[in-house]
T-cell receptor, first 115, second 109 residues
Framework: NAGVTQTPKFQVLKTGQSMTLQCAQDMNHNSMYWYRQDPGMGLRLIYYSASEGTTDKGEVPNGYNVSRLNKREFSLRLESAAPSQTSVYFC??????????????FGDGTRLSIL | KNEVEQSPQNLTAQEGEFITINCSYSVGISALHWLQQHPGGGIVSLFMLSSGKKKHGRLIATINIQEKHSSLHITASHPRDSAVYICAPRTSGTYKYIFGTGTRLKVLA
């Protein structure tokens, strides 16, 4: 089982460039999430999608857009990258509708540096 | 004040010691997630619980919803347990999680 797959694993961008981080899950989960992890801080929610066709802002959405392409895929786009967006990005999925104790499953992360 | 507080922030133990990591939160929750993150970054789910106690191998997690507190215990700790342990409550009525900053555990042989 692949679980949650993120691409790319590493990326270096110049300020102002754009890019899309891809995430796909094969567990038929309804909910998908994008987080960023910065030193000394807990994971922070950028955007989430409770189900196919819906997306909602999280704690730190500025500078990002998302697309829930279908049930499997949830992409995160940086339209004009800024050095403050240097971070490690994690995608996760879960299906809390299947039971209150359904856990989140995480991808391996994307390490993004903006120069 | 952070909505999720973990203690201690850092912990060094000798192999074989019993370890406790605490998590307190200030919001209403439906369940709480304990996660493990090894150097190199991958995040693994350890437990998701909404009441009582769960056990998996040498790991035990407990939660008291009324007291807004959860603990993660590691019995007979081993150097391979060295990692960051993260508490992440799921807020009531949503599918959203809030994350503690983690407890960095180092177990010495």
């Amino acid at each position: 089982n692949a679980g949650v797959t993120q691409t790319p694993k590493f990326q270096v961008l110049k300020t102002g460039q754009s890019m899309t981080l891809q995430c796909a899950q094969d567990m038929n989960h309804n909910s998908m999430y994008w987080y960023r992890q910065d030193p000394g801080m807990g994971l922070r929610l950028i955007y989430y999608s409770a189900s196919e066709g819906t997306t909602d802002k999280g704690e730190v959405p500025n500078g990002y857009n998302v697309s829930r392409l279908n049930k499997r895929e949830f992409s995160l786009r940086l339209e004009s990258a800024a050095p403050s967006q240097t971070s490690v990005y994690f995608c996760a999925s879960s299906d809390p509708g299947q039971g209150v104790n359904q856990p989140q499953h995480f991808g391996d992360g994307t390490r993004l540096s903006i120069l | 004040k952070n909505e999720v507080e973990q203690s201690p922030q850092n912990l060094t133990a000798q192999e074989g010691e019993f370890i406790t990591i605490n998590c307190s939160y200030s919001v209403g929750i439906s369940a709480l997630h304990w996660l493990q993150q090894h150097p190199g970054g991958g995040i693994v789910s350890l437990f998701m619980l909404s009441s009582g106690k769960k056990k998996h191998g040498r790991l035990i997690a407990t939660i008291n919803i009324q007291e807004k507190h959860s603990s993660l215990h590691i019995t007979a700790s081993h150097p391979r347990d060295s990692a960051v342990y993260i508490c992440a409550p799921r807020t009531s009525g949503t599918y959203k999680y809030i994350f503690g900053t983690g407890t960095r555990l180092k177990v010495l042989a």
